[in-house]
């Protein structure tokens, strides 16, 4: 229980996994870290009762705190010590804030959270909202205690979920990664998935066994698919589903792209048109180092073979552009760095640059361009103009 964690830890060293506990419900709320800090304080102040506080009844702290109180305020004699009142104080205020703060870590409430494009967001099954940050562990908790995943620095993990299946009927999460960041998410079945900025994964929170595994993505992603033959993975990007029974591939659909792009590193893949019936004659496979390219306007697929590294060294936060017009490179630049660019040069529009940058600033990549090609540009915090 964290509440005997927490005072365990008030007297002392506690275990790895009790420390782990403490530092997620630390984090949790900085209201967290005050309570503990000012618990920590009385007890620096000579309260050396808090050592048996666990052993003391609330109630009873609460009844002498207020019968001290009366007798203070009507001038009497004071019939407990100062010491003895601070130690119910004490009392009253560790053990039913910590247990108000051990109902709220356990019993998650819903989160209303007002919309910030910068944030990273988990939306589960139940219609709660989290917001994760990149660095950091925490655990996910439903409201009945059972742990639906792990948040550690850079990834959420599904890995070693309380939840099952029940009644076969999946529950799905909606993972959204803003512009300007990546992240890492291990679904149930141990399968990977890379997420590039400006994307979003929809899963279940719980594979069933012996059914298709399936995924829907907008955006871009690298997946390390866990192989299992008894239960095919199957991405639905757009109007593309990818279905896999092992393997690693890169996907690239953007709401933006007229071809969604299907790289392949290792394993194989098949292609075919979402919403029709499987067949191995009217899909194509692929093998590795191939793309493919599908343009669902006029549902055309092409395959050729390509350097792999090129499209997935954004893994790495390399950003490679490669004979790409500065019209179709602006929303790169956007996502990548987080930036939103206005283009007011219209002679630049059709320019066409090949570049590979890794740690560069924004500022730096522009004046790469303008190397090339003059023009002017201004920023202002994260606006960019480019000047006629």
Do not use: C
């Not at 702290?61 to 009142?85: C, D």
């Not at 053990?95 to 108000?100: D, M, Q």
């Not at 594979?207 to 995924?215: A, L, N, T």
């Not at 292609?271 to 493919?292: N, Q």
């Amino acid at each position: 229980m964290i509440v005997e964690i927490i005072l365990k830890k008030l007297k002392g060293p506690i275990s790895e996994e009790e420390e782990i506990l403490f530092e997620k419900w630390l984090s949790e709320d900085d209201e967290n870290f005050l309570t503990f800090q000012r618990l920590k304080k009385l007890q620096d102040n000579k309260l050396k009762e808090l050592q048996n506080i666990h052993h003391l009844d609330s109630q009873e702290a609460w009844g002498t705190i207020q019968h001290g109180l009366h007798t203070n305020k009507s001038n009497k004699r004071l019939t407990i010590s100062y010491s003895r009142f601070m130690r119910y104080a004490a009392v009253f205020v560790g053990v039913v804030a910590l247990s108000l703060f051990y109902k709220s870590f356990y019993m998650e409430k819903l989160v209303e959270v007002e919309h910030d494009p910068t944030a990273i967001t988990l939306e589960l099954g139940n219609g709660e909202t989290r917001i994760l940050s990149q660095s950091g562990s925490t655990a996910i908790v439903t409201k009945d205690g059972n742990v639906l995943g792990t948040k550690a620095e850079n990834v959420v993990d599904y890995s070693q979920s309380d939840i099952d299946a029940v009644d076969n009927e999946l529950v799905y999460n909606t993972l959204h990664i803003p512009n300007g960041k990546t992240f890492k998410i291990v679904l149930s079945d141990g399968t990977t998935v890379n997420l590039n900025a400006g994307s979003t994964l929809t899963y279940p929170i719980k594979f069933i066994p012996g059914q298709h595994r399936k995924v829907t993505l907008i955006g871009e992603a690298f997946f390390h698919v866990k192989k299992n033959e008894n239960s095919p993975f199957i991405v639905t990007s757009q109007s593309l589903d990818i279905r896999v029974l092992g393997t690693q591939f890169n996907v690239t659909s953007y709401p933006e792209d007229t071809n969604q792009k299907t790289v392949l590193v290792e394993g194989s893949v098949r292609l075919y048109e979402s919403g029709t019936s499987y067949s191995e004659d009217d899909s194509t496979l692929l093998t590795p180092g191939d793309m493919a390219s599908w343009e669902s306007a006029h549902k055309k697929m092409s395959v050729q073979k390509v350097d792999t590294e090129l499209y997935t060294s954004w893994m790495k936060g390399k950003l490679v552009l490669r004979g790409m017009k500065f019209k179709d490179m602006i929303k790169k630049l956007e996502r990548h760095y987080g930036v939103s660019i206005q283009n007011k040069n219209m002679d630049l529009e059709d320019r066409v640059f090949t570049a590979t940058f890794d740690v560069e600033t924004i500022e730096e990549v522009l004046n790469t361009f303008v190397s090339e090609t003059y023009f002017d540009y201004l920023i202002e915090d994260d606006q960019i103009t480019i000047l006629k």
